[in-house]
Nanobody, 131 residues
Framework: VQLVESGGGSVRAGGSLRLSCTAS????????????LAWFRQARDKDRELIAT???????MPKNPIQDRFRLVQDNAENTIYLRMTNLQPEDSAMYYC???????????????????????WGQGTQVTVS
């Protein structure tokens, strides 16, 4: 699976950005609905942290504090997910990564238990800097 992110950049505090991630190269016989997609971020000298997940039907994980100002939506026709970020603050500065993992059973994608190890496929990341 190939994941291509875009939309990062430098903004002033209070500004907004929309990140996009387009997925391709699914396993033969599989399609977007068979994968859980996610956004993570990693600030300098910090661990990579999960922002949000979404399955093929559009079901997302329960909101966490990071999502107070972030919204995850998808366009299945384009195999693309978007992370809309508003009222950005300097602490949001990080590399933002899109990730994918096969999701064929259970509810891990949207029940709040998704973890780093569930996602073997990663994009190259897009930098967000807030000053």
């Amino acid at each position: 699976v190939q994941l291509v992110e875009s939309g990062g950049g430098s903004v002033r505090a209070g500004g907004s950005l929309r990140l996009s991630c387009t997925a391709s190269g699914f396993r033969p016989g599989y399609r977007r609905n068979n994968y859980c997609l996610a956004w993570f971020r990693q600030a300098r000298d910090k661990d990579r942290e999960l922002i949000a997940t979404i399955d093929g039907d559009g079901t997302t994980m329960p909101k966490n504090p990071i999502q107070d100002r972030f919204r995850l939506v998808q366009d299945n026709a384009e195999n693309t997910i978007y992370l809309r970020m508003t009222n950005l603050q300097p602490e949001d500065s990080a590399m933002y990564y899109c990730a994918a993992g096969l999701f064929r059973a259970g509810s891990w994608c949207y029940d709040g238990t998704a973890a780093l190890g569930d996602f073997p496929y990663w994009g190259q990341g897009t930098q967000v800097t807030v000053s």
